[in-house]
T-cell receptor
Framework: DAGITQSPRYKITETGRQVTLMCHQT?????MFWYRQDLGHGLRLIYY???????DKGEVPDGYVVSRSKTENFPLTLESATRSQTSVYFC?????????????FGPGTRLTVT | GENVEQHPSTLSVQEGDSAVIKCTYS??????FPWYKQELGKRPQLIID?????GEKKDQRIAVTLNKTAKHFSLHITETQPEDSAVYFC??????????FGAGTRLFVKA
């Protein structure tokens, strides 16, 4: 579990501010993902990345930006935070190919937008 | 796009009883179906998964069944224990990058 970390764990920000959530993994997994978790919606995919410099939109990408300059890092930026972006954000990673498609989740970041 | 529906949203059982959670998926190309368990305040963790070429898989007290024709799959927990109390998510994947999750089932096991 220590192989994938997120920071900060808790964040309170104001509407309109830019905020970046960090994700770091030590397994050299090719695939990385950002999800948001809201009551009644389960886990919804925001963005994913197949490798460094390769990213693509998920189900709910509006208002978010990602980058992946290094394999181990996958930051998520809210360009201008809105109250509807109050949520718990999980980063996850997965190895390329292999027998299992198991995703390993980070501990989550609880973000509150006031 | 792919959609995964999960029922029930809440399930309460007596310790020692069985619990069943059911999911349906829409994309017939889905071929991998994981189940994740999330304890309160923790991260989701994989507990069991099944591929489309298998109809049933069992791991101790938990089992998953898959009906490809009907496009539904289920999680079965036998001899439930208080530590089974958590939120359970089903999911479907077509083998690509996107895994679509169900909305979750909150399981309460009463001692």
């Amino acid at each position: 579990d220590a192989g994938i970390t997120q920071s900060p764990r808790y964040k309170i920000t104001e509407t309109g501010r830019q905020v970046t959530l960090m994700c770091h993994q030590t397994w050299s997994h090719s695939y990385m993902f950002w999800y948001r978790q809201d009551l009644g919606h389960g886990l919804r995919l925001i963005y994913y990345s197949a490798a460094a410099d390769i990213t693509d939109k998920g189900e709910v990408p509006d208002g978010y930006v990602v980058s992946r300059s290094k394999t181990e890092n996958f930051p998520l930026t809210l360009e201008s935070a809105t109250r509807s972006q109050t949520s718990v954000y999980f980063c996850a990673s997965r190895e390329q190919g292999g027998v299992s498609y198991e995703q390993y989740f980070g501990p989550g970041t609880r973000l509150t937008v006031t | 796009g792919e959609n995964v529906e999960q029922h029930p949203s809440t399930l309460s059982v007596q310790e020692g009883d069985s619990a069943v959670i059911k999911c349906t998926y829409s994309d017939s190309a889905s071929n991998y179906f994981p189940w994740y368990k999330q304890e309160l305040g923790k991260r989701p963790q994989l507990i069991i998964d099944i591929r489309s070429n298998v109809g049933e898989k069992k791991d101790q007290r938990i089992a998953v069944t898959l009906n490809k024709t009907a496009k539904h799959f289920s999680l079965h927990i036998t001899e439930t224990q208080p530590e089974d109390s958590a939120v359970y998510f089903c999911a479907a994947n077509t083998g690509g990058f996107k895994t679509i999750f169900g909305a979750g089932t909150r399981l309460f096991v009463k001692a």
